[in-house]
């Protein structure tokens, strides 16, 4: 499936081209998400169309909003490899979105890590590695999936589709956000870093 920094390289590729999709709404589809484990609710903005790289990996992109700054989810996993690229809806680039409690069942290894607007990070071995977050402040995150390969699990999440006016709204403030300096990428030039702490289990890229 490749590495988190394969995702990592993607998100460099693709970030101005997502940007700019924010002013079509026509190409993304809102949705209200509830997790059946714990009735913990949250915003999604899917994007139309699959990112094809060499006609051999699939990606699927979306942008999750989180207004309750008081959210705090259960242990979980991923169903596919995926990254995160957090925003903070107010702050300047330092600020803490949530912190994260992670365990790599496969080794072990454990802790937690503060999560900070415009710092991607990415889970590749999404089976073995789990974690639970409690947010900080309201914010948003652009998510890239792998889906070439079949999910690790079932699927737990149910979706009850947006307004258009809802969907209108959400992408207002996600390029509201996007505009302001505390949410510009990293910069390419800074290349990837997997954190001695973390064991490998989590791909980081700091500025």
């Known amino acids: 499936m490749g590495t988190g920094g394969e995702l990592i390289s993607l998100f460099d590729a693709v970030y101005s081209s997502i940007v700019d999709r924010l002013r079509q709404e026509s190409d993304w589809l809102g949705f209200l998400v509830t997790d059946s484990s714990n009735d913990f609710k949250y915003e999604r903005l899917n994007y139309k169309y699959d990112l094809r790289v060499r006609n051999e990996k699939v990606y699927k992109v979306g942008i999750n909003l989180f207004l309750n ?60 590695v789990f974690h639970r977050v409690m947010s900080l402040c309201d914010h948003a995150s652009i998510n890239i999936a792998d889906i070439t390969e079949p999910p690790v699990r079932p699927d737990r999440l149910t979706s009850q589709k947006l307004s258009s006016p809802r969907t209108a709204e959400i992408l207002e403030i996600l390029r509201t956000a996007i505009k302001t300096p505390h949410s510009c990428p990293p910069d390419p030039a800074v290349r990837i870093a997997s954190a001695a702490a973390l064991s490998g289990a989590i791909c980081l890229k700091s500025r």
Not at 75 to 100: C, D, Q, T
Not at 107 to 119: D, L, N, P, R, Y
């Open 69 to 128: 700054n008081e959210v705090a989810t259960e242990w979980h996993n991923h169903r596919f490899p995926f990254l995160i690229y957090p925003i903070a809806l107010s702050g300047s680039l330092e600020s803490p979105v949530y912190k994260m409690d992670w365990e790599d069942k496969a080794s072990g290894e454990a802790g937690t890590t503060m999560v900070i607007s415009g710092e991607c990070y990415s889970i590749q071995r999404c089976a073995d």
